[in-house]
């Protein structure tokens, strides 16, 4: 849950509901942020929304999505996204 507070600035329409459930609405659409990964998991899932949006989303500390996900960036790079690290 360390990231949804994220997904919500890039435009998400998601209610905390308490600490162990979201209510996630949809579909919405995603805008470009500077984000920073708090740890692998939640990492990969800015990296799916950054995707998604429109515009350009900066991830920080993507290093630990990329000790969790071995050549994570060519093989999203082979499906079409465009990533520079």
């Known amino acids: 849950m360390?990231?949804?507070?994220?997904?919500?600035?890039m435009g998400a329409n998601i209610t905390i509901a308490d600490p162990h459930r979201v209510l996630v609405y949809g579909p919405t659409k995603l805008y470009g942020r500077t984000l920073e990964s708090p740890d692998i998991r939640a990492g990969m899932a800015l990296v799916l929304a950054a995707l998604k949006a429109s515009g350009q989303s900066v991830i920080n500390r993507a290093e630990l999505i990329e000790r969790g996900y071995e050549d994570i960036i060519d093989k999203l790079t082979q499906l079409g996204a465009k990533i520079q690290k």
């Open 2 to 9: 360390f990231f949804v507070d994220k997904l919500i600035t």
